[in-house]
């Protein structure tokens, strides 16, 4: 999906996607994937109401996320034990080496732009199964 042929300026059109380690399907965006860039990314993320990322961190790189449409709980923590609302129009910053794992609970469609402070979103990513498991369990006993 590499196109580094660009002669410094560099569009990425609409319709091509991935889906990532943290299992959610992007809108492929500016990355070391499509453009060939190194120090930053953005990438379109959907997440369909009730649908909620894999636990990971990013080592070494910082992520931003602006929701342009719904709102997206934030897990985040050691134990995934604290958690935030973002809304429309707001800017979320989960700093480098922090676990985390997005969701949609709001019954609606959520999109969200989200940047790296790297090249591509899927670099340093450190997968957490064992969060998956724990936050589950908890969300699970929340609804029962």
Known sequence: MTDTSHDGVAIVRPGQTYTGKQGFTYGAGI????????????????????????????DGIETIAYVIEGEIVVHYGDELEKQVIVKAGEHCLVGAGVPHAPRNASGAMSRALIAHSSGSDQDGIVMLPELDAKLAARLEAETT
Request: aromatic content about 4%.
């Open 31 to 58: 990355s070391r994937e499509t453009v060939g860039a190194q120090h930053i990314c953005m990438n379109l993320l959907p997440i369909p109401d009730g649908v909620m990322a894999k636990a990971h961190y990013h």
